[in-house]
């Protein structure tokens, strides 16, 4: 099966923005031949929408880059879907999932995982 990326982004996770992380993500995008939709949320529950519309359309590769919040919008409209994978690029205040996986905290570091193709199978 051929995938299909989006990523969600909480343009406003986390506590400090050094350069905005939709045009470091892009940059990231172009510097390694990856290809993937970016979209970014606007309101508390966006990302539960956006991931219910992704899947209707095919997506089948869920990037979330934000905190634990944005991973739980997106993440739960994925349950029972085996067929897509998840990655995260850890960019909240806390991180306690992303921590607890021991993902890199640097967003390009993170990308190169979230864009790889090791995968993980896990319960929820």
Known sequence: MQRKSIAIVNPIAGTAHSKPIEMRIRQWLVNNGAT????LTEYRGHGSLIAKEALQKGYNH??????????????????????VSL????????????????????TE??????FGYNTIASDV
């Open 36 to 39: 993937c939709e970016i979209v």
């Open 109 to 114: 570091y993170a990308l190169a995982i979230a």
């Open 62 to 83: 869920f990037v979330v880059v934000g905190g634990d919040g944005t991973l739980n919008e997106v993440g739960s409209q994925l349950l029972n879907h085996p067929e």
């Open 87 to 106: 990655a995260i690029v850890p960019k909240g205040s806390g991180n306690g999932l992303s921590r607890h996986l021991k993902l890199p905290m640097n």
